[in-house]
């Protein structure tokens, strides 16, 4: 069981600091008039990168947005610009700001020089972790509740049931790394606890939740980092909505242009939901054993499975009790039904194991989304537009062994609910 981390996109693969690697939207467990938010940036490090190690960018901004009306455009924002102050000793301290942006521009800071959480620096210097993380997620005047440091991978994944995707390029080339030595490793990540009221329209308890991450266009060196100036506008150079859409529907050709792009753009990038790689290639992984997908692929059938999924939200009467559909619009958000309370008892298979507050309805820690996106490419929602099709043993071949998730990686009750780093 190792961390994992996307890699394939040359812009982030130069400064990973700005890669958007995970995204979980879901309603607070034990705040259920709230909706948690957190976002994973950067490579995963072993603690032995130190407490000198890269943090959050100077020069990054990181987004969280919502849509609540299904057009693709956010209507909430949350900005978040980060600072580093160097100190006397090996480690350094970074404070981030917090403004929130209406669907018309119009932005309002609602805290500055807020303190992340510190980096680990063993046991005698930061005897009571857990305390000083608690007291490095703040509650803001307005209403929300914000944490911004370390925190433990939560993506689990077992590397040999995925190694024939890996050998051929099917999950974009995504580099698994870290954690080799140790068996965990840490992300830098923003949570955000916000209101339900806040971020819902009055119309649809359903929100689209997508990441960007964008570099200013310009860096001036004055020879020591504090002094450089950023200058010019924001380009965006990573985004992430659904989980491995990045990664499995995209071709490796077009991903830099994806991740620069709104989710509006999304319509362009159809036709691979529609016809994904993977699902062409399962049959000649696996001869004689996809029949569903053999048949699909040879009548070229478009996957309106997958559309509703990952473009457009399940609309009413696929799921018996369930829809998280955002309209006609066709864009890769993360979709959330507000109004479908947490799960006493979570499945980690989500609305495809019968619970419908899992993903595809948002995504919670737990839910294994390696397992349930590759069953879905191989047919397991086939059934919900084409009662032709019905799942069978041949979607669990995609999925073998990597639904376990690490005990080694508790996560906490409360917000940010990310495990303690190593």
């Known amino acids: 069981m190792r961390n994992a981390h996307r890699r394939e996109v040359p812009e982030t693969a130069e400064h990973p600091v700005a890669d958007s690697t995970d995204l979980y939207t879901f309603v607070s467990p034990d705040q259920p008039d709230t909706v948690t938010l957190i976002a994973n940036y950067g490579p995963p490090r072993i603690p032995l990168a130190g407490p000198g190690a890269v943090g959050f960018g100077d020069d990054v901004l990181y987004e969280i947005h919502v849509d609540n009306n299904g057009d693709g455009h956010a209507d909430v924002t949350y900005q978040f610009r980060f600072q580093t102050r160097q100190q006397d000793d090996p480690d350094h301290r970074q404070f981030y700001s917090v403004t929130k942006v209406d669907g018309n521009g119009h932005a309002r800071v609602l805290a500055r020089s807020v303190p992340c959480s510190p980096a680990s620096v063993g046991p005698l210097s930061i ?243 390696i397992s349930i996106m590759l069953r879905a490419v191989a047919g397991a929602t086939l059934a919900l537009v084409d009662k032709h099709f019905t799942p069978d043993e041949a979607v669990g071949v995609t999925a073998r062994g990597l639904g376990t998730a690490d005990l080694t990686l508790p996560f906490l009750a409360r917000f940010p609910y990310l495990g303690l780093p190593s």
């Open 127 to 369: 005897p009571d972790r857990e305390g000083l993380a608690a007291d490095t997620a703040f509650r803001l005047k307005s209403g929300e509740k914000v944490f911004a440091g370390k925190r433990a991978d939560g993506l689990f994944v077992d590397l040999d049931a995925l190694r024939p995707f890996q050998d051929l390029h099917l999950l974009g080339q995504r580099a698994f790394q870290a954690g080799e030595a140790t068996g965990r490793a840490d992300v830098h990540s923003i949570a955000l606890q916000v209101p339900i009221e806040d971020l819902r329209a009055k119309a649809s308890p359903v929100i689209g939740v997508w990441t960007t991450a964008s570099h200013r266009q310009v860096r001036v060196l004055h020879g020591h980092s504090g002094d450089d100036v950023y200058v010019g506008p924001n380009t965006q150079v990573s985004r992430l909505g659904n989980p491995l859409f990045d990664d499995v529907i995209v071709p490796v050709a077009r991903k830099s242009l994806w991740n620069s792009l709104p989710p509006t753009e999304d319509k362009n990038f159809a036709a691979f939901v529609e016809q994904p790689e993977l699902a062409r290639l399962l049959p000649v992984l696996y001869p004689g054993v996809f029949d569903n997908l053999e048949l699909l692929n040879k009548t070229r059938t478009p996957r309106a499975d997958l559309v509703a999924v990952l473009l457009t939200g399940i609309p009413e009467g696929l799921v018996d009790g369930f829809t998280n559909s955002t309209g006609d619009v066709r864009a890769d958000m993360l979709r959330l039904n507000t109004g479908i309370p947490p799960s006493a008892e979570e499945h980690r298979l989500g609305v495809l194991g019968g619970d419908l507050a899992g993903y595809p309805n948002g995504r919670r820690l737990r839910d294994d989304v």
